[in-house]
């Protein structure tokens, strides 16, 4: 998929570039490289998409370029759901950074409709340094307004037996990765998106190290456990979130990232499949979860573990188990009952 270069503003025009005009502002802005390879055949990170940036000039000489909102660096991006929902909220992706052939082809397929202002990067995130996902984001360091991902989860998710959840799993360390990557570029706001499993990992351990680390990056930190189902999907699926604000921008502009505060309140109140068009609340906010939606750390504070979500489907004790939710899915699903996660035998992962 070759896309085509935006449009020659021309001499005149360049030289008056202080900003670009509404006519040129809808442009394409990647083109394909080449076709994702085989995990086995990857030797270094290969560029699959590359972004084609304006030849504008600004008055300092300074390169000049359009995007309809702010630029989002999705790493681990899998077949890139994050990326849309942070478009259809009003960002722009710039990068996307994904091992996994298959995947790649998948954000391949949907632009220019998704992502089609975004460079795809396919290789270890290991071997790709900082630098190069800035350069082919077309962003300095400080520049990005957002950076989400989510490592692979599978060393922590309780789903998995205790045969196949190692403590030495080397995707565990992919969280590190993450952390150096932020530490590095530097963005206004980082997303990271884990299963609960990692509050509980090593003890907890793993869990206070990972704060540790983020904060230590020039941080503040929201974190907690949400359920799908209370943000009117209609599916039960808990995630661990946590979301990063630097600390120039708490300090000095008084922003702090945090959770979406939950929409749900009673079984009543949960979108259902038959239903999913329904309105959440009825007879209006009064029903509304009252609950905190996020808890802020602070390093010489006890470490608080965040509470399970009120209407998560879980049946352990305290959420962090072995859920039965792992092991009756396959009993038949009421329409009046929101959809459970949907998981496949360990054996096949």
């Known amino acids: 998929m070759s896309l085509p270069r935006p449009y020659d503003l021309g001499d005149a025009m360049r030289e008056r570039a202080i900003h670009i005009p509404e006519s040129c502002q809808e442009w394409t802005h990647s083109e394909l490289i080449q076709r994702p390879l085989p995990a086995k055949d990857l030797t270094v990170p290969t560029v699959l998409v590359k972004r084609l940036l304006p030849d504008i000039d600004g008055p300092r000489h300074e390169q000049l370029f359009y995007l309809p909102g702010n630029p989002a660096i999705s790493l681990f991006t899998g077949a890139g759901g994050i990326d849309i929902g942070l478009e259809q ?73 205790k045969a196949t959840r190692h403590e030495d799993d080397q995707r565990n360390d992919l969280v590190l990765e993450y952390v150096r990557v932020v530490r590095e570029a530097q963005p206004h706001f980082f997303l990271f998106e884990n299963v609960p499993g990692i509050l509980r990992f090593q003890d907890g351990r793993y869990f206070r190290w990972f704060l540790e680390q983020a904060h230590s990056a020039f941080y503040e930190l929201v974190y907690g456990l949400v359920d799908c189902v209370e943000y009117g999907v209609p599916q039960h699926r808990v995630r661990f979130i946590c979301m990063g604000t630097r600390r120039d921008l708490v300090e000095c502009d008084g922003l702090l990232a945090g959770l979406p505060a939950p929409e749900c309140f009673s079984e009543s109140d949960l979108r259902t499949i038959r239903d999913s068009s329904a309105s959440l609340f009825g007879d209006g906010a009064a029903r509304r979860l009252r609950r905190a939606p996020g808890i802020r750390y602070f390093p010489d504070r006890p470490v608080l573990i965040p509470p399970r979500p009120t209407c998560s489907h879980g049946r352990s004790a305290d959420g962090f188990g072995r859920s039965e939710a792992f092991l009756d899915f396959y009993d038949r699903l009421e329409r009046e009952e929101p959809d459970r996660l949907v998981t496949v035998p360990v054996g096949d992962v």
Do not use: K
Request: charged share 15%.
């Open 89 to 161: 909220a009003g960002w722009t992706s710039v990068l996307q950074h994904e091992w996994n052939e298959g995947a790649c082809e998948t954000l391949i397929a949907n632009r220019p409709h998704y992502f089609r202002h975004a460079a795809l990067i396919q290789g270890d995130i290991r071997q790709t340094s900082t630098a190069m996902l800035l350069r082919e984001a077309g962003l300095r360091v400080g520049e990005a307004h957002i950076i989400t991902g989510g490592p692979p989860c599978q060393g922590f998710s309780t789903s998995s037996s």
